[in-house]
Structure formats: C-alpha cells, structure tokens
C-alpha cells in the first residue's frame, strides 16, 4: 500500500483519530455537564470510550490513504450524526443534559459533516478485459 499525499481529508481523519483515541476521557473529566451523561454508568463510559478509542485507531490508520479507507470514512461520518441527532433529542427530553448542547451534540455533528464534504468519491472498478479494451 503506497500512502498517498497529504490532503485536508488526511489530516481531519487525524485530527479526529487522536481526538478520539486520547480526548475523551479528559473532556468527560474537565467539562462533564458537556461530555459525561449522568447520572455516570462507568460501565457505558468504559464501552463508549473504548469504542470511539478503537475508531479513531482505525482513522489514524485510513489517513494514509483515505480513498483505499472509504466506507470506515463513511461510516464514521454517519454514525457521528446518527449519535448527535439521538443525544439532541435527549438533551431536549430532558434540560438537565443541556450542556451537551454546548459540547458533545455539535462536535459529533462537526466531525460527520466535515467527513461527508471531504469523503473521497467512490472508485469505479472495471474488470482487465475493459481496461485492455476488449468489448466483452
């Protein structure tokens, strides 16, 4: 596999890789009315944390060659919104969780966003025999 050159969608899959990997816990500990749900299952927290920890290696790893790494990029774009849209939801159900207004709702709806802009467009295969020119 030959890295291809830095773009903007490298360097965000970076960025966002690390965030993930080693953000999460001092954001849950400095700004918890933005990043921690309460009442604190730190059974949920060690999954979530673990989960996005595990993504963001995986980013770290797709910013080598972003295009080979489509549909991580794609699902990590969904998913993000998918989980801001839920947690804003639940921050109107209940304003007790408003501060995540404030914190983690807008940073997953950022990191989707800015996924989906940069996403690398689909590739299209063709088979030998097209590339060659033969009509079959």
Same mark, same amino acid.
């Given at each position: 596999?030959? +890295?291809? &050159?830095?773009?903007?969608? !490298?360097?965000?899959? *970076? ?7 080693? @953000? ?5 500990? $400095?700004?918890? #009315?933005?990043?921690? %749900? ?14 996005? +920890? ?7 790893? @797709? ?7 489509? #549909?991580?990029? $794609?699902?990590? +774009? %969904? ?9 804003? /939801? ?7 969780? !408003? ?6 709702? &807008? ?9 989906? /802009? *940069? ?18």
């Amino acid at each position: 596999m030959v +890295a291809q &050159p830095k773009t903007p969608l !490298s360097y965000s899959l *970076l960025i966002i890789g690390f965030i993930f990997i080693f @953000a999460n816990v001092p954001l849950m500990e $400095l700004w918890p #009315s933005a990043w921690r %749900w309460e009442p604190a299952h730190p059974e949920y927290e060690q999954m979530i944390l673990g989960i996005y +920890a595990t993504l963001g290696v995986f980013l770290v790893i @797709a910013s080598r060659n972003p295009s080979d790494n489509r #549909s991580l990029i $794609l699902f990590t +774009a %969904w998913s993000s919104l998918v989980h801001a849209g839920i947690m804003l /939801v639940h921050t109107y159900r209940d304003t007790a969780h !408003s501060g995540h207004l404030l914190g983690d709702v &807008p940073a997953l709806a950022l990191v989707g966003l800015l996924l989906l /802009v *940069l996403s690398p467009e689909k590739q299209v295969h063709r088979s030998r025999s097209h590339r060659r020119g033969s009509s079959r």
